[in-house]
């Protein structure tokens, strides 16, 4: 299982990106698939998932301002992130769980927002 996470960089408070993760070695179309997050000297957080069916899932913190879609064409999931805040700033991590309930991890990409 390979998760190619990309998208991650520097923006300014209020700005926006966008995060993709393709993934191969899975059937893309069974598994969930969503982001964690982790900070330093914090706890890793579920950021938002989607199932397989494509209903999607946020964190309270997220919610309104992140939004997360999947092309089971592409292998792609993708994450927008509007309106973004410095405690957003993170190491974003995709992941995707087998209907058998074994997640995998990408390696995470950075994300860095300045007040």
């Known amino acids: 299982v390979q998760l190619q996470a990309s998208g991650g960089g520097l923006v300014q408070a209020g700005g926006s990106l966008r995060l993709s993760c393709a993934a191969s070695g899975v059937i893309f179309s069974a598994n969930s698939m969503g982001w964690d997050r982790r900070a330093p000297a914090k706890q890793r957080e579920l950021v938002a998932r989607i199932s397989s069916g494509g209903s999607p899932n946020y964190a309270d913190s997220v919610k309104g301002r992140f939004t997360i879609s999947r092309d089971n064409a592409k292998n792609t999931v993708t994450l927008q992130m509007n309106n973004l805040k410095p405690e957003d700033t993170a190491v974003y991590y995709c992941?995707?769980?087998?209907?058998?309930?074994?997640?995998?991890w990408g390696r995470g990409t950075q994300v860095t927002v300045s007040s």
């Open positions: 992941y995707t769980r087998r209907p058998n309930g074994m997640d995998y």
